[in-house]
């Protein structure tokens, strides 16, 4: 039973660096998301999936890419990172219809820092 | 697009006090909205949901919650905490029946006295 897996759980990046942070999930869901968490501004969405090869904007998505080319795979990419993403975050996922859509299940989160 | 409002951003209680929670949420349509909650050092994770029906929904350890269509809110509500409720509680919304751009709340962190 591993439903959403994050990897890595830290990272520690220079600026300019870029990386991936990965996702993956079990449970077949339509529908995937990533959001970033900062104290006092809750989740905030970066970029969400409502099926492989449909991806969206979120609140916040300058500076990241993702790509969800099958429906268990969603990673974030950052570019060239830089210190104002330095946050956790979190990949989620959910049924995209029915009694179970927008019940997010989440990873464990991936502490980023840019130094 | 839709958006979520928290008014309370810290709230502090004794234990066996009565817990309510602001939601304010800001959408054309209908919505589907939960409540979500991260105990310290853990993700979130479902305390209840809202999609149609019974406007007053009950999620888990007590907690429940009352849609207000008319007031667009969703308030949380405890009649005793305890301690263990200690936490960072956090409202979302997403167009009705259909998982898409699900937005979150800023969260309110509540501290239970013991």
């Known amino acids: 039973n591993a439903g959403v897996t994050q990897t890595p759980k830290f990272q520690v990046l220079k600026t300019g660096q870029s990386m991936t942070l990965q996702c993956a999930q079990d449970m077949n869901h339509e529908y995937m998301s990533w959001y970033r968490q900062d104290p006092g501004m809750g989740l905030r969405l970066i970029h969400y999936?409502?099926?492989?090869?449909?991806?969206d904007q979120g609140e916040v998505p300058n500076g990241y890419n993702v790509s969800r080319s099958t429906t268990e795979d969603f990673p974030l990419r950052l570019l060239s990172a830089a210190p104002s993403q330095t946050s956790v975050y979190f990949c989620?996922?959910?049924?995209?219809?029915?009694?179970?859509?927008?019940?997010?299940?989440f990873g464990e989160g991936s502490r980023l820092t840019v130094l | 697009a839709q958006s979520v409002s928290q008014h309370n951003h810290h709230v502090i209680l004794s234990e066996a006090a009565s817990l309510e929670l602001g939601c304010n949420y800001s959408y054309g349509g209908t919505v589907n909205l939960f409540w979500y909650v991260q105990y310290p050092g853990q993700h979130l994770q479902l305390l209840l949901k809202y999609f149609s029906g019974d406007p007053l929904v009950k999620g888990i350890k007590g907690f429940e919650a009352e849609f207000i269509k008319s007031k667009f809110s969703f308030n949380l509500r405890k009649p005793s905490v305890q301690w263990s409720d200690t936490a960072e509680y956090f409202c979302a919304v997403t167009p009705y029946s259909s998982a898409s751009k699900i937005i979150f709340g800023s969260g309110t962190r509540l501290s239970i006295r013991p």
């Open positions: 999936s409502v099926g492989a090869g449909i991806t």
């Open positions: 989620a996922s959910s049924s995209k219809t029915g009694t179970g859509a927008g019940e997010l299940f």
